[in-house]
């Protein structure tokens, strides 16, 4: 089984709906991210979360809410989805500070706002 | 976090060897300097971390210069299946493993 698993794979809604995605990991790790990418770009951070009290805001926070539910849960919502979050979506955790840079990434979610 | 500058693509052959440069002139002390390898629409997977010299893997080879402003990822005799875009990142674990993904590099290896 994937250690980190995305729940929708792809997801097709309309402007102004609330879309929740969803973030699951088996790895044990403190740390999760949730990453953005748009064509022909490199992912951008929106939240990140270094254990289940703690959130903070990324790069590109602004029209983005994300809930830690548990060490391995992270979920991430558009409080109204505009067209301009159409994006791939990729949730990761991280090793623990000390054991380097790694993360590792789940499969992603493509997001369609029309 | 130091800004990475790296060639947009490359192009290579099967059985090839790959080198991708990646400057980062304002590298910091403390910062680490790793690699990451994405397929289309999936998500980047690690390739190799290093600090200083050379590091290798299984996969991957990554020679570091004294003055660290730059470092080269090299694959040895690439595959068609080596096709993706190549990361180059700087920073510290010590910032919470906050990583800044440039454009990347992507290389393309023909038959």
């Known amino acids: 089984d994937a250690d980190v698993t995305q729940t929708p794979r792809n997801r097709i809604t309309k402007t102004g709906k609330r879309i929740m995605l969803e973030c699951s990991q088996t790895?044990?790790?403190?740390?999760m991210y949730w990453y953005r990418q748009d064509p022909g770009l490199g992912l951008r951070l929106i939240y990140y979360?270094?254990?289940?009290?703690?959130?903070n805001k990324g790069e590109i926070s602004d029209g983005y809410s994300v809930s830690r539910q548990a060490q391995a849960k992270f979920s991430l919502s558009l409080e109204s989805a505009i067209p301009n979050q159409t994006a791939l979506y990729f949730c990761?955790?991280?090793?623990?500070?000390?054991?380097?840079?790694?993360?590792?990434f789940g499969p992603g979610t493509r997001l369609t706002v029309l | 976090l130091a800004k990475t500058t790296q060639p947009i693509s490359m192009d290579s052959y099967e059985g090839q060897e790959v080198n991708i440069t990646c400057s980062h002139n304002?590298?910091?002390?403390?910062?680490?300097i790793t690699w990451y390898q994405q397929f289309p629409s999936q998500g980047p997977r690690f390739i190799i971390q290093g600090y200083k010299t050379k590091v290798t893997n299984e996969v991957a080879s990554l020679f570091i210069p004294a003055d660290r402003k730059s470092s080269t990822l090299s694959l040895p005799r690439v595959s068609l299946s080596d096709t993706a875009v190549y990361y180059c990142l700087v920073g510290t674990g010590e910032y919470g493993n906050k990583l800044v993904f440039g454009a990347g590099t992507i290389l393309r290896v023909k038959s």
């Open positions: 304002n590298i910091a002390t403390n910062d680490y």
């Open positions: 990761a955790t991280g090793a623990p500070v000390g054991a380097g840079n790694e993360q590792f």
């Open positions: 790895k044990g790790h403190d740390r």
């Open positions: 979360s270094f254990d289940v009290k703690d959130i």
